[in-house]
């Protein structure tokens, strides 16, 4: 593939969507933007204002075109409340937006009202809790919670949002020990879209609190700050192996079937490239001295080996890496509860370019939470399996004819992860609430009777 495989996979593996054809200066023209601005001063920002365009630009830049009506920078709570108030009154489109990741850009409403929480990113680590800002990007969230020698588990590319990762699940490279980000979630303060500035716990708004730890950012209102209960930093052990050429179907049969009898303490993930000269790495953490990794490895084929000790830090700094600048590519998921033979993902990658399957191991913590206790719903899968289609050199259309063949052709069944969302995802509903749709719908129904949060893949 064309661009650069680990750039991918440190932008995009373990990341989430965030939250969300005509111009932005027809849709300002009816509204009263002069109304929010004397409530925001000159952190609304509007089309033609300094930093519009810079502001605007999401991460999937197949999404560059969209030009939101106004983007609202917003530094405390009672800004948020006062951005869905007037998208409320002016029945405008609004979105939240923390890391600009969302692989469907729908953190950028085309005409609407986007509220930025880039700002409201304050950490604070008391013992073995974290409070932090919805707008939070993933390594300052691991360089202060590793800094007061605690752990969360969280995604891994640096400039991802916490927000939209923390709402969608959250899968993270300790999960299989600590489990999803969202499983660690104490509390959140959250504005509903009535204006609202509201605790959800598990004693506060609790049928909130539910849907808040799996059911997708956007939906219920917008987050302004987590709770998060942490872990003592453990020690870790990082390790890679690497299998030549024309070894992907063998080394991922190999992979899935080591993963399934793995302690608790293993994550490991196998990414599967289109072309066919790439080598297959496997690689992953191991909670634990290299001493006790090194038997487990052993049971695997045999590979070029890498194993490296190193801190909670060190390893959260590893793998955050440096994504660079946004790209144009297409994305989709499935979540694998049965193997999948390897031959059947390299003949579906067969004659494909520019793409990769990356599979992330689950089980262990994941596993053992009722799939009904939080609003995530795929508890019982062993992997899941994002789909990458580089666009830099295609059309989006075809990136998608592409990315749906492969997704459909793993034979996963109608499964995805709402982080890796898809807009052209079938059934996307039950794809990625599955049973705990219809108690997700009530409760959106419930906080946003209007559907002033509407989007095209909003409950």
Known sequence: MRVNRRTFLQGTALGVASLGMGT??????????????????????????????????????????????????????????????????????????????????????????????????????????????????LLPVYEAVGAAGQALPAGTCRSVGIGGLALGGGISVLGRKYGLTSDRLLSARIVTPDGCLRTASAHEEPDLYWALRGGGGGNFGIVTEFTFRT??????????????????????????????????ELWSNCTVDADPAAATNIGGAYVGPKKDLEPLLDRMPAATRTVQEMSYLETMRYYAGNPGPGFRFAASSRMLRDHVPGERV?????????????????????????????????????????????????????????????????GAGNTGYVNYIDPEMPDWPTAYYGRNLARLRKVARRYDPDRVLAFPQGL
Request: glycine share 8%.
């Open 231 to 264: 872990a003592p930093a453990p020690g870790l052990t990082v390790f890679k192996l690497v299998y030549p050429a024309g070894a992907a179907a063998d080394a991922l049969d190999a992979w899935q079937e080591w993963m399934v009898q793995a302690p608790d």
């Open 346 to 410: 390299t003949g579906l990658m067969h004659g494909q370019s520019d793409g990769a399957i990356l599979f992330d191991s689950f089980g262990g913590a994941l596993g053992r939470v009722a799939p009904d206790a939080t609003a995530f719903p795929h508890r019982d899968a062993r992997a899941s399996a994002q789909i990458f289609m580089d666009a830099e050199n295609r059309t989006e259309a075809e990136a998608r004819q592409v990315l749906a063949t492969v997704r459909d052709g793993l």
């Open 24 to 137: 932005a200066t027809a849709a300002a023209a009816g509204t009263d933007w002069a109304r929010l601005r004397r409530r925001l001063g000159d952190r609304l920002v509007l089309p033609g204002d300094p930093g519009y365009d810079a502001l605007r630009v999401p991460w999937n830049t197949i999404y560059a075109h969209r030009r939101p009506a106004a983007i609202a920078r917003c530094v405390r709570p009672e800004d948020v409340q006062a951005c869905l108030e007037f998208a409320s009154h002016e029945r405008i489109p609004v979105a939240a937006r923390s890391g600009k990741h969302s692989y469907a850009a729908y953190s950028l409403p085309e005409n609407g009202l986007v509220v930025d929480l880039a700002a409201m990113s304050a950490v604070t680590v008391a013992g073995t809790r974290a409070r932090v800002g919805a707008g939070a990007q």
